[in-house]
């Protein structure tokens, strides 16, 4: 806004979303030759760098943008009958030095595949897909192989009513395109999830479910079904 020539830098799947989200700044890849630049900062020490508080983040929500062909074709294809529709995502990569305590086997969320009136879709991508076969069998539509990057998995995002994740890219993705997201958070969770809250200042629209004690997830999933069974409740009363 005073005259700087901004270029961002992002990992490849993220390079139409954030083409496509961020009028105005240049954007490339890593391993791209870029233009020569005066100042550098790593996404993550913005904050710091513009002094933001938790009264001052600016969570103009949304800032990512989806395709509209991209969006209509996705909605073609979940439909817009038949539901309450859920995008679910339980695990993050596994290279990440915490997976052990974000992600979360499919099996111990069962209670939420029990709630009637909800049509599940498969948000998850990597090796974890393959977790389905772990599930009822025909409960779970799994779109894994069409979610090439991350602007078809945001045009998926945005023909949801509802997106159920734990911490990993889908929760940030549907947090910063506006959609209600519940968040399932480990006992001790990253910094951004901050402590003893059910929101979060970054993501309006986040609600976040935390294990009362270490490796509980039974604790989460039976919390998650009760909220999901009161959401749908309402949608067949609206």
């Given at each position: 806004?005073?005259?700087?020539?901004?270029?961002?830098?992002?990992?490849?799947?993220?390079?139409?979303?954030?083409?496509?989200?961020?009028?105005?700044?240049?954007?490339?890849?890593?391993?791209?030759?870029?233009?020569?630049?005066?100042?550098?900062?790593?996404?993550?020490?913005?904050?710091?760098?513009?002094?933001?508080?938790?009264?001052?983040?600016?969570?103009?929500?949304?800032?990512?943008?989806?395709?509209?062909?991209?969006?209509?074709?996705?909605?073609?294809?979940?439909?817009?009958?038949?539901?309450?529709?859920?995008?679910?995502?339980?695990?993050?990569?596994?290279?990440?030095?915490?997976?052990?305590n974000r992600s979360i086997?499919?099996?111990?969320?069962?209670?939420?595949?029990?709630?009637?009136?909800?049509?599940?879709f498969s948000l998850q991508?990597?090796?974890?897909?393959?977790?389905?076969?772990?599930?009822?069998?025909?409960?779970?539509?799994?779109?894994?192989?069409?979610?090439?990057?991350?602007?078809?998995?945001?045009?998926?995002?945005?023909?949801?009513?509802?997106?159920?994740?734990?911490?990993?890219a889908v929760a940030h993705?549907?947090?910063?395109?506006?959609?209600?997201?519940?968040?399932?958070?480990?006992?001790?969770?990253?910094?951004?999830?901050?402590?003893?809250?059910?929101?979060?200042?970054?993501?309006?629209?986040?609600?976040?479910?935390?294990?009362?004690?270490?490796?509980?997830?039974?604790?989460?999933?039976?919390?998650?079904?009760?909220?999901?069974?009161?959401?749908?409740?309402?949608?067949?009363?609206?």
């Open positions: 806004a005073r005259g700087a020539r901004v270029l961002v830098q992002v990992q490849r799947p993220l390079l139409r979303l954030a083409a496509a989200s961020l009028a105005g700044i240049e954007v490339f890849v890593e391993g791209d030759l870029m233009p020569p630049f005066e100042l550098h900062s790593p996404l993550l020490s913005l904050p710091f760098a513009c002094a933001t508080t938790l009264d001052t983040i600016p969570a103009q929500i949304p800032y990512l943008k989806v395709d509209p062909a991209t969006a209509a074709r996705w909605r073609n294809r979940i439909g817009t009958t038949g539901g309450l529709k859920v995008g679910l995502a339980w695990a993050g990569n596994p290279q990440h030095k915490n997976d052990r086997a499919l099996e111990r969320l069962a209670p939420l595949f029990e709630v009637a009136g909800v049509r599940w991508v990597g090796e974890r897909a393959a977790d389905l076969v772990h599930a009822p069998a025909g409960r779970i539509a799994n779109l894994a192989e069409r979610l090439t990057d991350f602007a078809e998995t945001a045009a998926a995002v945005a023909g949801l009513d509802l997106v159920i994740a734990v911490d990993t993705l549907a947090g910063a395109l506006g959609k209600p997201v519940w968040v399932l958070l480990p006992f001790v969770p990253d910094w951004r999830w901050l402590i003893d809250r059910a929101d979060s200042p970054w993501y309006p629209t986040a609600r976040l479910f935390r294990q009362p004690g270490r490796d509980d997830w039974e604790s989460v999933a039976q919390a998650v079904r009760a909220a999901l069974d009161e959401l749908v409740d309402r949608a067949s009363q609206s």
